[in-house]
């Protein structure tokens, strides 16, 4: 976890590594909106959610081999909980959800031509994944830190 005072974070699988990217399968849901059925994007959702919560057990696991107690465990466990839901939901999901949305909006506002219509939402939205990820999980690390980190005095 990071501290207050620290900026750099150790290695996290689940927040450096390419499985990070697993916590986006909703924003790829929302940005399919347009040309996929309602189920796939739901089942998306069901994708992101089971990473959260393998990254919150993940934690929890580790904090326990360490002979820590059952508080500090709980703790870990909603760290965890909650900066994944504010990173690879909340924040993300509503950001790629707009991109999207915008960009449609846009794109039927100049009278462009429907397959376009359907298809150059999805791709800005997919395309911004990438370039949103590191400044939403750096503003998420402010949150925490400013907030539920200083109140339990995780460091």
Known sequence: MQTMSDDVEPYDIFRHSWLRYLGYANELGEAF??????????????????????DAIDKTIKIRNTDKSDRVALITFSDAILWQMMASVVISGYTINRITWTTGRLLTYVKAYKRIINIVPTATGIASIPIIAP????????????????????N
């Open 33 to 54: 909106r347009p040309l996929v059925r309602v189920s796939i994007v739901r089942a998306l959702y069901f994708v992101d959610t089971s990473y959260i919560i393998a």
């Open 135 to 154: 400044p939403i999980d750096n503003l998420v690390n402010r949150i925490m830190n400013y907030t539920f980190r200083k109140w339990f005095k995780i």
